[in-house]
Each structure stands twice: as C-alpha cells, then as structure tokens.
T-cell receptor
C-alpha cells in the first residue's frame, strides 16, 4: 500500500502570499500530525488531528497558520501572509490510532519564501 | 515539558564497526515512549526502533538496539555492523501525550 504522500514536494512563494500544503495519510489511519523542520534542526510539532478534529494545535506558531481535515483523511496546512521565517520543510505523519506508537512520515514539502 | 538532548552533532564510524548515538531526555510524565528515526538525504523520516518507559527489556530491531537506562534518563541507539547505507541524520524523539518531541539530531558518516 501507499505511504503518506505530500504535495507539492517544493513550493516557492513570495513574502505575503498564501500557500496550501496537502497531506494524504495512509488509508485507514485516523491520527494525522504536522511538523515543521527548519535547517539543521529536528522536526517541531505543529498540530495533531484525531479524525476530523484538531486534538492539539498548541504547536501552531501564530494565527497565520491553520490546518483542516474535513473528512478525516486528507489534511491541508494553510499559511497566510507568508514570511521568510516560514521557510522550512513541512512534514506530515499518520498513525493507525492515537495510541499507536509508530508515526509514518511523508517525504515533506520544502517551502521557500522569498 | 519534555526535552530531548543529542550532544553529538556528528559521528564517524568505519564500515562493519558498531556505533553508539547518544540521547538523553527529560520529562515529568510517568508513561512515555522513546523513538529513533533515520533521515537520509532524501528527507523522509524512517522509523527505526521504539522503547516504552515500562518495558523491562531493551528494544532490538535487527542491527539496531536501544540502550535504555531509565534512572539516567538515557536512550542511546546502538547500530551494529555499520553499513555505508547507514550514513544519515539520526533523531531521537519522545512521545508523551500524542506529539513527538525531537532532538537536534546526529549526523552519522560511515566510511569504507
């Protein structure tokens, strides 16, 4: 079966623009996570979905960041008024359930804000 | 708050030798999980091994083993018989409630 997929793989945008990053989790996985990885750092948690609802959004840096998962499968991370500091790799992960140990990661979307 | 510390920015090992990557953690949660992930240059995070805080025995997965010392709050990864394909970034992570908290990683370079 297919793993976690993320689109686009690369996104270059200008400061102030709006971007959407998509994550398609493994089929049947109810838990979905977004992380952000800056250069030379480990991934940092952004938001966690259990089903359609955001169970923990404590990692979102500010109100320019928003994520949805309307049907409990595909998720979209939305960033408004992008800033150069938003440049990073955005990683999505999914797991079978919230109690499962292993999170399966996608290949990430590299966002560059010029 | 949970914290993961990886003090080795880079490690070198010769092919077929064993190598230990250090990881210490801090948490006030009585129940937690510890993970190691490998991130090759392609960027994808690959799960290697998991250790639960209540597990009595150290976890092993093929050439990977986790040296878990609860009293010292350490969870070192041991890779036996290193291969050239093991060259990558390695991240230690902790799971408390649901999210993973990662360290800054160790870059491992395996030489022929």
């Amino acid at each position: 079966g297919a793993g976690v997929s993320q689109t686009p793989s690369n996104k270059v945008t200008e400061k102030g623009k709006y971007v959407e990053l998509r994550c398609d989790p493994i089929s049947g996985h109810t838990a979905l996570y977004w992380y952000r990885q800056s250069l030379g750092q480990g991934p940092e948690f952004l938001i966690y979905f259990q089903g359609t609802g955001a169970a923990d959004d404590s990692g979102l840096p500010n109100d320019r960041f928003f994520a949805v998962r309307p049907e409990g499968s595909v998720s979209t991370l939305k960033i408004q008024r992008t800033e150069r500091g938003d440049s990073a790799v955005y990683l999505c992960a999914s797991s079978l359930g919230s109690g499962d140990h292993e999170q399966f990661f996608g290949p990430g979307t590299r966002l560059t804000v010029l | 708050a949970q914290k993961i510390t990886q003090t080795q920015p880079g490690m070198f090992v010769q092919e077929k030798e064993a190598v230990t990557l250090d990881c210490t953690y801090d948490t006030s949660d009585p129940s937690y999980g510890l993970f190691w992930y490998k991130q090759p240059s392609s960027g994808e995070m690959i799960f290697l091994i998991y250790q639960g805080s209540y597990d009595q025995q150290n976890a092993t997965e093929g050439r990977y083993s986790l040296n878990f010392q609860k009293a010292r709050k350490s969870a070192n990864l041991v890779i036996s018989a290193s291969q050239l394909g093991d060259s990558a970034m390695y991240f230690c992570a902790m799971k408390g409630f649901q999210k993973l908290v990662f360290g800054t990683g160790t870059r491992l370079l395996v030489s022929p």
